[in-house]
């Protein structure tokens, strides 16, 4: 079946560091998207990628697709005591018609003040 | 406008019980995913509703069913109840289903919390 892969597990931060967490799938994916669950929430749809090296950024945040759609990443720039949570990569993949969303095991985001 | 509702918010069930979960999408909405999450094997797909026909799936047994009504309001049924299904079940709703591409986002509800005995 589908593997999608998400590294780290855990990372923690210095308030005002950068943070990359990794996803990587063994097939191609049509699209894959990101999602942040805060300790005792429920995930919030950050965004969807599309297309082949896809770039699209939301203030601190930037995602990126593979060219070959089977990788993606979210870098955050400055991080802030407001990112803490765990972030997920679900990755969508069309097998006979049937399309299926398979997460990744999350990453969990801790900031040191 | 409201949120995604999901009811109840906790259950506590015994093996073997059957039960069921209730979620109402943003008004609007007519896609309904379901998911179960737990500490062990993450966030998982169930399946998705759409104008109330199942579009997608994932690898659950049979025991785990779900429809959706013509107000896009949908259950999620699990039958026979073990206890491995103890989780937080989450639903989903967006405008448009999962294949829609570029316009798909999703909002989830707070999930219900099933524990089975």
């Known amino acids: 079946g589908q593997q999608v892969m998400q590294i780290p597990q855990y990372q923690h931060v210095q308030e005002g560091e950068d943070f990359t967490t990794y996803c990587n799938s063994s097939t191609t994916l049509s699209n894959i998207q990101w999602y942040k669950q805060r300790p005792g929430g429920h995930p919030v749809f950050l965004i969807q990628l599309v297309k082949s090296g896809e770039v699209k950024k939301q203030k601190r945040l930037t995602f990126q697709f593979g060219e070959a759609k089977k990788n993606s990443s979210l870098h955050i720039t400055a991080t802030q005591t407001t990112d803490v949570g765990t972030y997920f990569c679900a990755a969508a993949r069309v097998n006979f018609g049937n399309e299926k969303l398979t997460f990744g095991t999350g990453t969990r985001l801790t900031i040191i003040p | 406008k409201a949120g995604v509702t999901q009811t109840p918010r906790y259950l506590i069930k015994t093996r073997g019980q059957q039960v069921t979960l209730s979620c109402s999408p943003i008004s609007g909405h007519r896609s309904v995913s379901w998911y179960q999450q737990t500490p062990g094997q993450g966030l998982q797909f169930l399946f998705e509703?759409?104008?109330?026909?199942?579009?997608n799936k994932g690898n659950f047994p049979g025991r785990f069913s779900g429809r959706q009504f013509s107000n896009s309001r949908s259950e999620m049924n699990v039958s026979t109840l073990e206890l491995g299904d103890s989780a937080l079940y989450l639903c989903?709703?967006?405008?448009?289903?999962?294949?829609?591409?570029?316009?798909?986002?999703?909002?989830f509800g707070p999930g219900t919390r099933l524990t089975v005995t």
């Open positions: 509703y759409f104008s109330e026909t199942q579009r």
């Open positions: 989903a709703s967006s405008l448009v289903p999962l294949t829609s591409g570029g316009s798909y986002e999703q909002y």
